[in-house]
Antibody, heavy 118, light 110 residues
């Protein structure tokens, strides 16, 4: 059974850092395209970042230069390092699998809440 | 970048048919995917590639896509269908890969 479990969210001050984790089971992270998608409170879904099976990484303009996506193949885990956090980064962060690069997200984690506030 | 437009809300009586639209420039040339999200839960894929249903999704859910509008249709609506629905496409027009979501439509079952 495919499962994605996020962790690492919490309250952080503006300008601070946080690292999110997404532990996968039932498939191999490194063989898939993996993304982070976020949802601000009461708002819609926003794609944040993707890591290709080959290792290439891409980011939404809103987080480029501040966030870094990575993975640990030995732990089958996806990460999102978030630096220089802003109030507008407050959201539930989901990890999700892109079964096909140009397609849809077939599996999602339960999400982890990041709150940026002083 | 590519913009998807959804109505903020749609209301329907139980047993009737709900239609949720997703507008975009020549969206008919793209593949559209739909997600259902209930309060406090992660999104769930209900339609992919315009009209395909993942296993476990009732046949009451269907989709179409043509011209500038994609539509998610839910037949014989049940109380359990009340949720937010999001359309999504892959946008190749920017200098990086980009998965675009519509703003979401809240389906209310009267």
């Amino acid at each position: 059974e495919v499962q994605l479990v996020e962790s690492g969210g919490g309250l952080v001050q503006p300008g601070g850092s946080l690292r999110l984790s997404c532990a996968a089971s039932g498939f191999t992270v490194s063989s898939n395209y993996m993304s982070w998608v976020r949802q601000a409170p009461g708002k819609g879904l926003e794609w944040v970042s993707v890591i290709y099976s080959g290792g290439s990484t891409y980011y939404a303009d809103s987080v480029k230069g501040r966030f870094t996506i990575s993975r640990d193949n030995s732990k089958n885990t996806l990460y999102l390092q978030m630096n220089s956090l802003r109030a507008e980064d407050t959201a539930v962060y989901y990890c999700a699998r892109n079964l096909i690069l140009t397609g849809y997200f077939d599996y999602w984690g339960q999400g982890t809440l990041v709150t940026v506030s002083s | 970048s590519y913009v998807l437009t959804q109505p903020p809300s749609v209301s329907v009586a139980p047993g009737k048919t709900a239609r949720i639209t997703c507008g975009g420039n020549n969206i008919g040339s793209k593949s559209v995917h739909w997600y259902q999200q209930k309060p406090g839960q992660a999104p769930v894929l209900v339609i992919y590639y315009d009209s395909d249903r993942p296993s476990g999704i009732p046949e009451r859910f269907s989709g179409s896509n043509s011209g500038n509008t994609a539509t998610l249709t839910i037949s014989r609506v049940e109380a359990g269908d009340e949720a937010d629905y999001y359309c999504q496409v892959w946008d190749s027009s920017s200098d990086h890969p980009n998965w675009v979501f519509g703003g979401g439509t809240k389906l209310t079952v009267l």
